[in-house]
Nanobody, 126 residues
Framework: QVQLVESGGGSVQAGGSLRLSCAASGYTNSRYCMAWFRQAPGKEREGVATILDGRTTYADAVKGRFTISQDNAKNTLYLQMNSLKPEDTGMYYC?????????????????????WGQGTQVTVSS
């Protein structure tokens, strides 16, 4: 059973930066799609970024500001968030799924992901 534990959230002023971490354990497969999702109060969950075999995808709203990365030796996923905006406020979740063997990138549909962390809150004030 894969377990994911996020950390690194907090409160920051607009224009600031945060780095989220997601510690993973219990891997049983050699490849996983890893992703960050977020959910703001009253809004639907949305995909922020994904990574598979070093290939990344980003939501348009965060391109150029956020960077997803992973340290395979530490089984840790990261999300570096720069130039934060108030609209980036929300609960951020780490998620994982086993991709199809032919997959080159991961989708950002939350219902496709099997494993989820408990979330870490990010609040950006103006």
């Amino acid at each position: 059973q894969v377990q994911l534990v996020e950390s690194g959230g907090g409160s920051v002023q607009a224009g600031g930066s945060l780095r989220l971490s997601c510690a993973a354990s219990g891997y049983t497969n050699s490849r996983y799609c890893m992703a960050w999702f977020r959910q703001a109060p009253g809004k639907e969950r949305e995909g922020v970024a994904t990574i598979l075999d070093g290939r990344t995808t980003y939501a348009d709203a965060v391109k150029g500001r956020f960077t997803i990365s992973q340290d395979n030796a530490k089984n840790t996923l990261y999300l570096q968030m720069n130039s934060l905006k108030p609209e980036d406020t929300g609960m951020y979740y780490c998620a994982a799924k086993i991709p199809a063997f032919w997959a080159w990138t991961c989708g950002s549909r939350g219902s496709d992901y099997t494993y989820w962390g408990q979330g870490t809150q990010v609040t950006v004030s103006s």
